[in-house]
Structures are given as structure tokens and as C-alpha cells.
């Protein structure tokens, strides 16, 4: 319980500091948006209206959206030096990680709302099993913060930063993003049983990045 305590600590601040200061889910909103549209345009509206494409687009702009939103909750960390306070805690580290994930699903499920109605409406998207779609997007939004989270702490103290993080994250996330999108076409195409199959996946994949996580983070915040 007090495990779970910290870590609900590190979340609600964490959402605090995203209230006072909403720059980085703006980013993130914004990013995906401009993303999907630009896309759209480049492959032309016909190919990404197809039941293959359109989810591929949204998911490769939620995954750097995510990877956007996580850089920027770390930055503020080290703007404020925080975060040698907080790993100095009794089971600080595992709580960093905890908390800094649960926060960033609900970042990213409200950013993946956004993007999501943003996708549908901008290029007339039909969804045969909107049910199936929401369980998909729900389980792809958890399983993508802590494979970001993880490679965020293991270049928090190189310069190239923002440079290394999208290419050490981005190949780990191809299954997951693979599954993301072949799951959202089966939803938006009919195949219940499909979308179901690749949900599961998604959500094997967060319980396993979770574990890693969990084993990494602490070790490497040192």
C-alpha cells in the first residue's frame, strides 16, 4: 500500500504540474494533429481514408506525440531540480517510474481522444465496431509510456537527448505499434475477433515493458 501511495503521489504531481503549466500536452495535441493532417496530405486523401492506412498514421503520431509529452515531464524535472529529491525517498525510484507512466496514460489517452476524433472527422473514418476500436485505443495508449519512460531515464543525462530517445524507443515500439494498427483496422473493417486478438497483444506487451520497466528504471536513475 505505501508502494502504491508514492507512486499515486508521483502521478497526482505530475498532473498538477501538466495543470500549471499545459504546454506539454498542447505540444502533444498539436504535434498529432498537424501530423495526421500533413499525412493525410502527402498520400492523398483517397489512400488515407483506407482501412490500413488510417490507423497507421494515427498510431506513428500518437507514438511521437508520446515520446514528445514524456521528454517534456523529465525536462521539468531537471528545470526545477526535482528529481534527486524525489529518487532519494524511501522507494523513490520505483515510485519515479510508477508514476510518471500512470500519469502519462491519462496524458495520452486525452491527447489520443483528441487525435482520434480529429482522424475520424477530418478523413471521414468508418468504424464498423466502435466498441472494439475504444478497448484498442485504450490498450495501446498503456502499453507505449513505459518502453518510452525507460529509454527517457536511460539518456536523462546526455545532451542528445532528444535526438537518441525517438531512436532508441521507435524500433522497440514497431510490435507495438504493429498490433495498434492492425487491431484498428480489423475494428474498423468488422473483425471483432481480430481486434479482440490484438488487444490482448497490446496488453501482454505493457504487462512485459512494465516488469522491465520496473527492473531498469530504479538501476538506472543511479
Not at 534527486?84 to 519515479?96: T, W
Not at 500519469?103 to 478523413?123: D, E, H, K, N, R
Not at 537518441?164 to 474498423?188: D, K, N, S, W, Y
Not at 468488422?190 to 490482448?200: I, Y
Request: hydrophobic share 65%; no cysteine.
Amino acid at each position: 500500500m505505501k508502494a502504491l501511495a508514492r507512486v499515486a503521489l508521483v502521478a497526482g504531481r505530475e498532473l498538477r504540474a501538466e495543470r500549471r503549466q499545459p504546454d506539454g500536452i498542447v505540444a502533444a495535441v498539436t504535434f498529432i494533429a498537424v501530423l495526421v493532417l500533413l499525412e493525410s496530405l502527402v498520400v492523398g486523401p483517397a489512400v488515407a481514408r483506407d482501412a490500413d492506412i488510417a490507423p497507421a498514421l494515427f498510431w506513428l503520431a500518437l507514438a511521437f506525440a508520446a515520446i514528445l509529452a514524456t521528454m517534456r515531464s523529465f525536462d521539468r524535472e531537471l528545470e526545477d531540480d526535482a528529481l534527486e529529491a524525489l529518487v532519494a525517498l524511501p522507494g523513490g525510484r520505483d515510485a519515479l517510474f510508477g508514476g510518471k507512466v500512470s500519469a502519462l496514460w491519462l496524458i495520452l489517452a486525452i491527447v489520443a481522444l483528441i487525435g482520434g476524433l480529429l482522424s475520424l472527422v477530418l478523413l471521414d473514418l468508418p468504424v464498423s465496431l466502435p466498441g472494439h476500436l475504444l478497448i484498442l485505443v485504450a490498450l495501446g495508449v498503456i502499453a507505449l509510456p513505459p518502453v518510452i519512460v525507460v529509454d527517457v531515464v536511460l539518456t536523462l543525462r546526455l545532451r542528445a537527448r532528444a535526438a537518441l530517445v525517438p531512436i532508441l524507443a521507435l524500433p522497440v515500439l514497431v510490435p507495438q505499434l504493429v498490433a495498434a494498427t492492425r487491431g484498428a483496422t480489423a475494428a474498423m473493417s468488422g473483425d471483432g475477433v481480430g481486434a479482440l486478438s490484438w488487444a490482448g497483444l497490446l496488453f501482454a506487451f505493457a504487462v512485459v515493458y512494465g516488469v522491465l520497466g520496473l527492473t531498469i528504471v530504479p538501476a538506472a536513475v543511479e
